[in-house]
């Protein structure tokens, strides 16, 4: 907490004046004794301020606890309810329900980690060991915790559109609030498998030259599972998984998919929207009881797709050396990177 200066004397900070000194093992600047006491006192004064930052906090985590509809995020949900006609309703409803699931383990979470605070400033008090850099630590995790409870980054609302209503999305990062890495963090050297892993083939617990996957709120993987020419559904934890598109070896029918690289889940229409790659097509396929897609875009060789918050879907174009933007019912797109030929160049792309 303090160390005594070397023999001889030394200057302090405060006064400026040559005197025997104690150096502060946090700020390692020299004080006078006397000015040492006025210099512990003052941090004893800054951890009261981060103490009542702390009630305040808990005070407002306790008041969204107990009234979640009082949340940011709950009210927007409401206004764009209150805006809208009655047939969007529904969509409402299962927006709701979505983002209490996920702040109802969120503010679990972070109840945990106040509390863990709560202890180590205690413990820090009665000890009378801290110095300005457990102050500021205390204070920064109070304020990101303060921040992600106001708006949490794991959580937004999207806006899409269709032809008569605006749509409202929620989209939950996974497990994004989990995820804390230090600056020193390390990956474990041997990872965990979670889907395949038995081997190349074409059983429920087979993969056969995954391409890409998309991974949902209840961290379920679709896979585009290339060379078997299908999307498999594998759930957390489980042996095995489940086709849900294509799967009927390869071919061009509405029922069957041709090398498949990439797919993503439509939360609004419920459907997953697939780059069906062999067949040169993007595809929209239903998600509940799906047996056949819908061509929604042609003529591509798409490897890779995804939506924004507008629910614009972006797509690249292997042959063409490009990246263009749709909207629902666009027959050509809008370019938004490369589409200068194949090349190196800041304004080029080669086979995205």
């Known amino acids: 907490m303090a160390t005594a200066a070397a023999a001889g004397k030394a200057r302090c900070v405060t006064c400026g004046k040559e005197k025997s000194t104690v150096r502060c093992d946090g700020c390692s600047q020299p004080f006078s004794i006397n000015h040492f006491g006025h210099h512990r006192q003052e941090l004893d004064k800054q951890l009261g301020e981060i103490e009542v930052t702390r009630d305040l906090f808990r005070q407002t985590l306790t008041e969204q606890s107990t009234k979640p509809e009082n949340q940011t995020l709950m009210k927007q949900i409401n206004q764009w309810e209150e805006d809208s006609i009655a047939k969007i309703r529904r969509t409402a409803n299962e927006a709701r329900q979505l983002i209490l699931k996920h702040t109802t383990k969120y503010l679990t979470e972070t109840e945990i980690k106040l509390n863990t605070l709560t202890k ?91 391409y890409s996957f998309y991974i949902d709120e209840d961290e379920t993987m679709y896979i ?37 690289t990439s797919v993503m889940v439509d939360k ?53 050396h490009e990246v263009r933007r749709w909207k629902m019912g666009d027959t050509n797109g809008i370019l938004v990177a490369g589409g200068n030929g194949q090349g190196n160049r800041t304004d080029q792309l080669s086979s995205p």
């Open 120 to 210: 180590e400033l205690r413990e820090s008090r009665e000890e009378n060991d801290f110095f300005e850099t457990d102050l500021q630590r205390w204070y920064t995790q109070l304020i990101e915790m303060n921040n992600e409870l106001v708006k949490p980054s794991s959580i937004r609302i999207q806006h899409g559109s269709t032809r008569l209503i605006t749509t409202i999305r929620v989209n939950v990062s996974v497990s994004s609030h989990l995820l804390n890495l230090g600056m020193n963090a390390k990956w474990m050297q041997h990872g965990i498998t979670v889907a395949g892993g038995n081997g190349e083939g074409y059983g429920n617990d087979q993969l056969s030259s995954p």
């Open 268 to 320: 609004v229409n419920d459907c997953f929207i697939i780059s069906d790659f062999g067949n040169r097509r993007v595809i929209r396929w239903p998600r509940q009881n799906g047996t056949s897609g819908q061509t929604i875009i042609s003529n591509i060789t798409c490897f890779g797709l995804t939506m924004d918050n507008e629910g614009h879907l972006y797509t690249s174009d292997y042959e063409k």
């Open 224 to 260: 585009a599972d290339f060379s078997n020419h299908r999307i498999v559904e594998w759930k957390r934890g489980a042996p095995n998984g489940e086709v849900v598109a294509g799967g009927n070896e390869a071919g061009h029918q509405d029922n069957q998919l041709n090398g498949p």
